[in-house]
Structure formats: structure tokens, C-alpha cells
């Protein structure tokens, strides 16, 4: 095969091996071996095989690491998938890559010439995924409200067709990284008929994870445990991120004198918790 494509058009080595499927792969294999992508490319398509090239084109693109030259590349891309009949389904999808890397370069302009000392320190948002994207615009731009911002997350939200779960959980998990408690409160907040109430979309235990992995203070955690419904939830998320008094009530409450005992392991020493637990054990071995 070598010696005839060495010695011969490719339209000739086609002929001879595109009844031949073992030799298809022979031949393809060793042109990604010695990263000839164009001409594997090519022979994919001569030898009938739209996918494979259209698959490989693609993925060409996306080992690109200049976005514009990316960009240029995308769109030759979709000319391609858009001949075949076989490819062009696929064709919406190179689309929502393209807005999504358009998108993202103008957010990295405005993030490029900005003062903010946050960003400096950021990295690019160039190549992410959709989401990471708009965890970068909630973490970044939260408080850009401009309806013609490339960076304003709500906007970016409405432009991508994401979910208000989506959102809120990349919101969430963005102002707990920047320590805004107040925030969050707010995003969780809900005005009824009967006055406030917090609602979350994303479920509770995610975000007393947020909050607890960016250490937030045992009020700012009690406040979203006490809204974890399910007992047994409660009081996993209460020992694993240290809501010392979440825990130690929730044992009682189950009249659980043996892991109230070995909690009393779990709290500093010296600490008032220590004296809690001694006080509630008692209790429990009066009511006995």
C-alpha cells in the first residue's frame, strides 16, 4: 500500500483496497500513526466513509488552540457535515460550538481589559464547556445586569436554553466561593402569600456543601440544614461538615446514647459542645 501510494495517485490506491475492508483500516491507521489527519481525512471520504472523516474533521477542530483559527475551522466543518446526508443532523450540534466559542471570546476580551484584581488570577474561559462558562460569568460577572453584556450570566443563561436548576446550582456554588452569604440568601429566597420562605431549586444538601466548603460560619450552615427534610441527611451533612450542634440535637432527638457517646470524639476539647453532649447523655440515662 505504501509503495503504491508512493508511485500512484490516491484515487488508484482507493480502487484497490475500497472493497477491502482490513486494508481500509491498514491503511487509515497508519496515516493517524504518522498524523497525516488531512490525508486520512480524504481517503475516509474517497473510500466512502463520510462519518469517519467527518468525526475526525471535527475532532481536529477541537485540538485547535487558537479560537479564531478554531472558529475558521468549525465553519469549513459544517460546509462538510452540511454535503452529506449523513452528517448533517450533526450540524446543529457544530453550531451551539461555534455560538458557545464566540461567545466565550467575548467574554475573554472583557474580562482581558478589565481592572479587576479577581480576574488577573483567573485564567481564560476559552474551550470550557457550556456550563463551566456560566459558573465563570456567575463567579466573574455576577453583578453585570446589562442586557447587552456578553458576560451577564442571566443573559448567558437565556442565550444557551439552560435550566433555572442549572443556573441557580452554578450561581449557588460561585457566591459561596466568593463568601457571599447575603447573596445566597437572596437567590434562595421566595415571597409568598405569607411572607418569605427559602426555596431551592438545586436541593439543600448541595448547598450546604457550597457554603461549608468555603467555610462559612455554623449559622449561615444551621440555617440551610434545618431545611434539609430528610432526618437521616440532616445528620450525615451535620457530621461530615462539623454543625456540632445540628448533630448533637439530631442524636438526641433519636435517643441515640451510643453515637451521641463516640460523637463526643468528634468535638474539640475544652469546647462547650463537650459539656452539650455530657448534659444530654445524662438526660437520656434518667429517662431510661
Known sequence: LLFIRSTSRIGVLVKIVEDKPMAINLFASYLRQSHEYEELIRFYEMVGDKEAAGMLMYERCKSERNPKTQLEKLRHCEIFFRHYPELSPNVPLLQEHMNLLERQLKIHNV???????????????????????????????????????????????????????????????????????????????????????????????????????????????????????????????????????VAINLLYQAKDQKKLEAYINRVPPGSEYRQVIQDKLRILAIRK
Open 111 to 245: 474580562a482581558s481589559s478589565s481592572t479587576m484584581p479577581a480576574l488577573a488570577s483567573a485564567g481564560s474561559v476559552l474551550f470550557y464547556s457550556v456550563i463551566t462558562t456560566l459558573y465563570y460569568c456567575c463567579r466573574y460577572f455576577y453583578k453585570d445586569t446589562a442586557t447587552s453584556s456578553p458576560c451577564n450570566p442571566r443573559v448567558f443563561k437565556t442565550d444557551f436554553k439552560l435550566t433555572e436548576q442549572q443556573y441557580m446550582f452554578m450561581a449557588i456554588k460561585a457566591q459561596a466561593s466568593l463568601r457571599d452569604w447575603t447573596e445566597i440568601d437572596d437567590l434562595l429566597s421566595v415571597k409568598g402569600i405569607f411572607g418569605t420562605k427559602l426555596k431551592s431549586p438545586i436541593g439543600f444538601k448541595n448547598v450546604v456543601r457550597f457554603v461549608s466548603n468555603h467555610g462559612a460560619p455554623d449559622e449561615v450552615k444551621l440555617k440551610y440544614l434545618n431545611e434539609v427534610s430528610d432526618v437521616e441527611e440532616r445528620l450525615k451533612l451535620a457530621m461530615d461538615y462539623n454543625a456540632h450542634h
